[in-house]
């Protein structure tokens, strides 16, 4: 079985300052993980993906991920936020990188204050 | 690149309706596609497996009479929803992947409330 958690439902960061969204995951066989980000009543955009290459991901708008086995997480970064990355981040778990289903953790929405 | 594209957007209708939900794959074949719940605030929730040619997979949980998921080709698949009650009240998302390998696309969700 394949689990996420995500530490803390609501970050609040100034304009300018670290990004931090903290996940961690469970699964029983190597994982394939995801983070997504959400706008209000809209679907799911990929952030990135990290599928057993390299454990520091780079994805789209400044965002990195570092997979670190030995702490199971995956905790997504960016080093300097933007009032556009208010939104709500979703990181899930699969056990492949396609048509397998999604385990998503709860969600973090980002509040980026100016 | 790859779209997913979900309709209709927003549905309000009376109690005891039933609503369909399309996930078309606009530029893509889509053997499988995916459908998930999402309650207010919380995150996203599987609910079926949809196999184009053949009948859906159900999560535990999930009533299959209640919602009723038909993939007929390899780009369109259906969600529908029967005799809808205000529980049934959510936003429903699908997705899909353009191949075995490649990260699933979303479309932008379903808003159905149920007056």
């Known amino acids: 079985a394949q689990s996420v958690t995500q530490l803390g439902s609501h970050v609040s960061v100034s304009e300018g300052a670290l990004v931090l969204l903290r996940c961690n995951y469970s699964?029983?066989?190597?994982?394939?993980l995801f983070w997504y980000v959400q706008y209000p009543n809209q679907g799911l955009q990929l952030l990135l993906k990290?599928?057993?290459?390299?454990?520091l991901v780079k994805g789209i708008n400044g965002f990195e991920a570092e997979f670190k086995k030995s702490e199971t997480s995956f905790h997504l970064t960016k080093p300097s936020a933007h009032m556009s990355d208010a939104a709500e981040y979703f990181c899930?778990?699969?056990?492949?990188?396609?048509?397998?289903?999604?385990?998503f953790g709860k969600g973090t929405r980002l509040s980026v204050i100016a | 690149g790859a779209v997913v594209s979900q309709h209709p957007s927003r549905v309000i209708c009376k109690s005891g309706t039933s609503v369909k939900i399309e996930c078309r794959s606009l530029d893509f074949q889509a053997t499988t596609m995916f459908w998930y719940r999402q309650f207010p605030k919380q995150s996203l929730m599987l609910m079926a497996t949809s196999n184009e040619g053949s009948k859906a997979t159900y999560e535990q949980g999930v009533e299959k009479d209640k919602f009723l998921i038909n993939h007929a080709s390899l780009t369109l698949s259906t969600l529908t929803v029967t005799s809808a009650h205000p529980e049934d009240s959510s936003f429903y998302i699908c997705s899909a992947s353009v191949r075995g390998n490649q990260p699933q696309h979303f479309g932008d969700g379903t808003r159905l409330s149920i007056l």
């Open positions: 990290y599928t057993s290459a390299a454990t």
């Open positions: 899930a778990v699969s056990v492949s990188s396609g048509n397998t289903p999604l385990v």
């Open positions: 699964s029983s066989v190597p994982p394939y």
